[in-house]
């Protein structure tokens, strides 16, 4: 059984910083991607950034771009997004995913399998 889980999300003020982890088990996503979606009240859920599994290579919505920064750690099927100057848009549900090698859009939601419960992250103004 695939388990995803994402920590380390809270509320702190606008221009201010945080950092989430993910963490996966049940299995790999060798040869794909690991990704950080968010979903706001009222809104479809969106790409924020995410990874390819060997971490050499990184995507960004233009919106987070300079702002945020995803990483791999050392521990297999494991994630960081490190959040700075942070923005009240930038408010949202933010949920970790991640699929094995193929052809499919990364910056789709759908194209993925497997979920975490997701962090909510609030940034007051």
């Known amino acids: 059984q695939v388990q995803v889980i994402e920590s380390g999300g809270g509320l702190v003020q606008a221009g201010g910083s945080l950092r989430l982890s993910c963490a996966a088990s049940?299995?790999?996503?060798?040869?794909?991607?690991m990704a950080w979606f968010r979903e706001a009240p009222g809104k479809d859920r969106e790409f924020v950034a995410a990874i390819s599994w060997s971490g050499t290579d990184t995507y960004y919505a233009d919106s987070v771009r300079g702002r945020f920064a995803i990483s791999r750690t050392s521990a297999e099927s494991t994630i960081d997004l490190q959040m700075n100057s942070l923005k009240p848009e930038d408010t949202a549900v933010y949920y970790c995913?991640?699929?094995?090698?193929?052809?499919?859009?990364?910056?789709?939601?759908?194209?993925?399998?497997?979920w975490g419960q997701g962090t909510q992250v609030t940034v007051s103004s």
């Open positions: 049940g299995r790999t996503f060798r040869g794909g991607f």
């Open positions: 995913t991640g699929r094995g090698s193929g052809v499919y859009s990364l910056r789709n939601w759908r194209s993925y399998d497997y």
